[in-house]
Every structure is written in structure tokens, then in C-alpha cells.
């Protein structure tokens, strides 16, 4: 299975359990993750894009100073703008964060739920799931000598027939390379696969 079937899977698995909401951010380095994805009401992420509530998030505070899952009823960490109370506002009553990961690359994931707590078991089937999904989107260590050249002539403004030749290959060995290179670094195109690379320090 390739690595975004398996991100697609685990994200289904995540809304038959938590149909109300969530937010995934995984592996987040230099304050930005590498991924994110969420299923909050529109609402209240329009609210909360437009509030800058991302760098005042207690359940974001929580997950840099823990691992682990927390609800956020037993939050203890202040939350002065009442960014908990807005949510609940916008249907967003009750919900655990789970943080995995160094501090370097930590996953950091909320969930929501209109109804109820979530009770211990699904805490724990929710956990399992964030830490897949931390583990599958673990960035690489490097990229090959050949995935590096083809990125490179991409980045300078090369087209495939051009970069083949200039490498010395076939168009479709040059294809290769960069296909190899996106599913490397989890991009689904080129120019993402090369903004990824940057990201990583390794071009």
C-alpha cells in the first residue's frame, strides 16, 4: 500500500470514530506541520483562522508540553482568551488532544464531540490511530544522489526532455526519478515534492 493509502485509510478509520470534528497536525517543525488535515464545522475555522487562535491554543500549548492524550475538561493549562468556551460555541462541546513524537517533530491532534466525553477505549483507538499516522508520514532521512539531480533540474526551470538529457537518461528514467522522489517525501506533484525537500534541509 503506498504511503497516501495507507494517510487515507487511517483518516477514514479517524471519521467513523470522531464524525463531529478533528484536526491532525503532523510532525510540526519550525511552528508549521509537514501535514495537516481537519474536519471541523467551516464555522468555526473560519473563526478560528480568522481570530489567530493557533498561537494562543491551549490544546496546541498542551500537546508541545505533553505526550500522550488529554480531554480537554482536564485541561489545566490557562486558556485566556476562552478559546475552549468559543469553540463550544460553534457545537465543539467536549474533545481529547493527542501529542506523539519529539519535540523537534511533534504530532499534535484534537477531536471533537457534540455529545459526549470520549470515553477511555476510544481515547485509545483514537491514539493508536494518530501515532500510525505520525509513523507513515515520518520524513526521510535523505534522498538518493538520483532523486536530488532530478529535483534540482525541476527547481532550475528544466523541462523532463531537457533534464533527461542533461542527465544522461531516457525521459522515462527521468519520470522515474521524480516519482520516486514525490512518494519519498510524501508529495502528491513535483513542485511540492521540491518545496518538501527545502523544508527538509535536503536539497
Not at 4 to 22: F, M, Q, S
Not at 48 to 58: E, I, M, S, V
Not at 175 to 184: D, F, N, V
Amino acid at each position: 500500500m503506498s504511503i497516501h493509502a495507507e494517510i487515507n485509510k487511517t483518516l477514514r478509520e479517524l471519521t467513523r470514530l470522531v464524525p463531529d470534528g478533528y484536526f491532525v497536525g503532523l510532525h510540526i517543525r519550525f511552528a508549521a506541520p509537514i501535514m495537516q488535515f481537519q474536519t471541523y464545522p467551516e464555522a468555526w475555522s473560519d473563526h478560528y483562522t480568522r481570530q489567530a487562535y493557533a498561537l494562543r491554543d491551549p490544546t496546541i500549548a498542551w500537546g508541545f508540553s505533553e505526550e500522550g492524550a488529554c480531554r480537554w475538561s482536564a485541561f489545566t493549562l490557562p486558556d485566556p482568551f476562552n478559546i475552549l468556551g468559543e469553540a463550544r460555541r460553534f457545537g465543539l462541546n467536549y474533545g481529547v488532544t493527542v501529542s506523539c513524537g519529539p519535540i523537534s517533530s511533534r504530532t499534535i491532534a484534537s477531536f471533537t464531540s457534540r455529545e459526549r466525553e470520549f470515553r477511555d477505549d476510544e481515547i485509545e483507538m483514537i491514539s493508536q490511530l494518530v501515532r500510525r499516522l505520525h509513523e507513515t508520514t515520518q520524513p526521510p532521512e535523505g534522498l538518493t544522489k538520483a532523486q536530488i539531480e532530478a529535483l534540482r533540474c525541476i527547481a532550475a526551470g528544466d523541462r523532463h526532455a531537457a533534464a533527461a538529457a542533461k542527465l544522461g537518461i531516457t525521459q522515462s528514467a527521468f519520470k522515474a526519478r521524480l516519482l520516486s522522489a514525490r512518494e519519498r517525501l510524501m508529495a502528491r506533484t513535483t513542485a511540492e515534492a521540491i518545496q518538501r525537500a527545502k523544508e527538509y534541509r535536503l536539497l
